[in-house]
């Protein structure tokens, strides 16, 4: 061991009449831990908020939406041949979606309908995944009696089937093989106004994707029931797609742009949610930076320890000078005792900070309004390399804390500080 470390880890220890300078030590050491701690926790909390959401968007949402300039695509299963053999898509499935207003005898609610495909929609949605009751193959119109009417009790009608966000599905007051009615404000025009067209369907589902926003205002019909609602005839209003690697979204949004042509429009779901993601990642910054001021502040803490050390081992310092001591060794002393304070707060609050988003991860004690957040528990994920970045930060920074005492022990003139002795 070098002396510069030996004597380093003797002005640690210090003795009684120097126990001050010891706690101020320790306390420099909490500060670090404490400040790498909340970095690790805080961005492991946004890194896990962002992928939940982005998991759950893209649970309801799809990778890539394809739509055409004016009514719709009429030609969608030439259109979904041609998607198809780009590379990178896995599956593909038409969807319609319109503003509609749901109603039952006692309630009524607006909401967004979206007409999907049985056969094809969990190719690319995870809906299935979602469902607390029913199934998507339902959808499809199953013979149904009709109510009882004066005329003839006894005939039967075809009744589409409709599922419901759990959210939308309370406020209607609803439940599982319940009525309800489609209300269209796009209806024939009369003399008297326009008169909104009317669909009746049965619930044969309710969703719940953990999303206040969807659950309390999406509800699906068939891709055949939506047609008929809203009069689109063979037609479409875009197809929906899936690809392997959700990050190269944009190039093969890109490149499908420019093999349909024009009057095509292809849109991504990063270039959908850009604004969101956008806003998430700058919030992770500015707490990465507010977090990493506790850090500074321990620093001045290590600041204020080393000069204080210094003052105190003015005799030693001119003795080790006048026994062969360089100024630059001298500095080597402070420098290493500085970081032996800084690293053992980082290396405590790493562990520190690990430890606890293990646990929040495993046991989701905190949980979060539905109506509030997108989420109902607090998310977790730790990334190496948001480790390995608060750590090196917290290293550099109690690093640069060290210099300045560094360089007042070294300027120390021995004949000046052994004068009086």
Request: with cysteine; proline share 4%.
């Amino acid at each position: 061991m070098g002396y510069e470390w030996f004597i380093s880890l003797r002005y640690l220890k210090a003795r009684r009449r120097q126990g001050f300078i010891s706690l101020i030590s320790l306390i420099s050491v909490a500060g670090v831990s404490v400040g790498v701690m909340a970095l690790i926790v805080v961005l492991a909390v946004m890194t896990g908020f962002t992928d939940s959401l982005r998991d759950k968007i893209l649970g309801i949402n799809s990778h890539i939406v394809v739509q055409r300039l004016g009514r719709g695509i009429t030609d969608y299963s030439k259109v979904s041949d041609m998607v198809l053999q780009a590379n990178g898509v896995l599956a593909v499935t038409p969807y319609t979606y319109s503003q509609t207003m749901l109603s039952v005898p006692d309630a009524s609610s607006g909401a967004v309908v979206r007409g999907i495909d049985p056969a094809t929609a969990n190719n690319v949605l995870s809906l299935s995944n979602q469902l607390l009751e029913g199934s998507v193959a339902a959808l499809d119109a199953e013979k149904q009696p009709q109510e009882a009417s004066p005329s003839d009790s006894s005939t039967s009608r075809s009744l589409p089937g409709i599922i419901l966000g759990k959210e939308l599905a309370r406020s209607l007051r609803v439940e599982m093989g319940d009525n309800i009615r489609l209300f269209s404000p796009s209806g024939p025009l009369t003399p008297m106004g326009v008169i909104p067209k009317i669909k009746t369907c049965r619930i044969v589902g309710i969703f719940d994707t953990g999303m206040y926003e969807y659950d309390s205002s999406l509800a699906y019909i068939s891709i055949t029931t939506a047609q008929d609602f809203l009069e689109l005839g063979g037609a479409v209003h875009g197809l929906e797609l899936k690809i392997k690697d959700i990050y190269k979204a944009s190039a093969i949004a890109a490149e499908l742009e420019k093999k349909l042509g024009f009057g095509f429009v292809v849109k991504d779901w990063i270039t959908m949610n850009k604004n969101l993601f956008s806003a998430l990642k700058l919030e992770k910054t500015a707490m990465f930076i507010v977090l990493a001021l506790i850090v500074l502040v321990a620093a001045f803490n290590i600041i204020s320890t080393l000069i204080m050390v210094v003052m105190s081992k003015g005799k030693d310092i001119a003795i080790l000078k006048s026994m062969g001591a360089t100024s630059k060794g001298i500095m080597k002393i402070f420098v290493y005792e500085g970081l032996i304070i800084g690293l053992t707060g980082t290396i405590i609050g790493v562990i520190g900070g690990l430890i606890l988003c293990e646990v929040l991860s495993r046991y989701q004690f905190i949980k979060l309004p539905s109506d509030v957040y997108p989420i109902t528990t607090l998310p977790v994920k730790v990334l190496p390399m948001d480790v390995t970045l608060v750590a090196v930060s917290a290293a550099l920074i109690t690093l640069l804390a060290t210099l300045y005492p560094s360089w007042q022990a070294s300027k120390i003139d021995p004949a000046v500080a052994l004068r009086y002795e």
